[in-house]
């Protein structure tokens, strides 16, 4: 079966500064957490791509396209978002949906885009949600947004996430938390380590 006419990008942008160094590249079961998200994303979009500011030959064992940011000196999951936007745009034309998730999530769920396709109708953006939590760089974004999204950046809205999405028809999808949570994600040493305990 054929996944949904989504192009999805992975969130690499961060710093990482709990982690100590670039996240992507942590080891979980003897892979850099960003090959166990392409793993995971790629059965289920139609094209893959990787959202970076670092060298893009960091990148090349994966044979994705690195896209920076398409906006100038904003740090942050929303100039990362409008990337994928503008990837998928001018990559992939008759796409209407881009699928954005942070490389730091190392279970994403196998049905992620399906269930966000079969929700898209009428609706804007589509968010994961997980127990009492939002994830909101887990999302299915309108391409079409692009134009707002960037004239909200260069005029200096608000970086938050969830202030951006509440301005659209957006939906949240549940997912359960037993017997784990699959938007776990890792942000420091302690939670790699919770990680590998999950794998096993």
Request: net charge negative; hydrophobic share 45%; with cysteine.
């Amino acid at each position: 079966m054929s996944p949904p006419p989504v192009c999805a990008m992975v969130l690499a942008g961060g710093l990482a500064r709990r982690m100590g160094g670039e996240k992507a590249f942590a080891k979980l079961a003897g892979k850099p957490l960003i090959a166990h998200a392409i793993a995971r994303l790629t059965p289920q979009c139609e094209a893959l791509a990787i959202n970076s500011n670092d060298d893009a030959t960091w990148f090349e064992p994966f044979g994705l396209p690195v896209i920076a940011d398409t906006v100038a000196d904003f740090p942050g999951p929303l100039a990362g978002i409008l990337a994928a936007m503008d990837w998928c745009a001018t990559s992939h034309p008759d796409t209407a949906y881009v699928l954005t998730a942070p490389v730091d999530c190392p279970f994403l769920p196998d049905d992620l885009t399906a269930r966000f396709w079969d929700v898209r109708q009428g609706m804007d953006i589509i968010v994961a949600n997980s127990g009492e939590r939002l994830h909101p760089t887990v999302a299915l974004w309108r391409v079409g947004l692009r134009e707002d999204l960037r004239g909200h950046l260069t005029s200096g809205g608000s970086r938050k996430l969830v202030n951006w999405i509440d301005r659209y028809k957006s939906k949240r999808i549940d997912w359960l938390v037993e017997p784990f949570d699959p938007f776990f994600n890792v942000n420091t040493p302690d939670d790699l380590n919770d990680a590998i305990l999950r794998l096993r």
